[in-house]
Nanobody, 115 residues
Framework: QVQVVESGGGLVQPGGSLRLSCAAS????????MGWHRQAPGKQRELVAT???????NYADSVKGRFTISRDNAKNTVHLQMNSLKPEDTDVYYC?????????WGQGTQVTVSS
């Protein structure tokens, strides 16, 4: 079994920055990709950014140029640096770990952008 734990959410003013972190642990033989999704109440979960083991990244158009995803393969961790935050970035952010044989989610961390 794989455990996924996120950290780093909180309240920030528009234009500010936050850094989210996620660590995967447990019985892990291989991680194909790690990433972040977000979900607002009553809406579908949407992709924010993903990164593969070789460093290939994918971003939602709404965050390109503002968010940067990075990964430490040795530690099975992934980070999301969020800059120039906007009120519309307010959501619960979920970390996703794809091992190739299964997908695992964290419990989510709240990000609130408000003045």
């Amino acid at each position: 079994q794989v455990q996924v734990v996120e950290s780093g959410g909180g309240l920030v003013q528009p234009g500010g920055s936050l850094r989210l972190s996620c660590a995967a642990s447990g019985t892990i033989f291989y991680i194909y990709s790690m990433g972040w999704h977000r979900q607002a109440p009553g809406k579908q979960r949407e992709l924010v950014a993903t990164i593969t083991g070789t460093g290939s990244t994918n971003y939602a158009d709404s965050v390109k140029g503002r968010f940067t995803i990075s990964r430490d393969n040795a530690k099975n961790t992934v980070h999301l640096q969020m800059n120039s935050l906007k009120p519309e970035d307010t959501d619960v952010y979920y970390c996703n770990v794809n091992t190739g044989t299964g997908q695992y989610w964290g419990q989510g961390t709240q990000v609130t952008v408000s003045s």
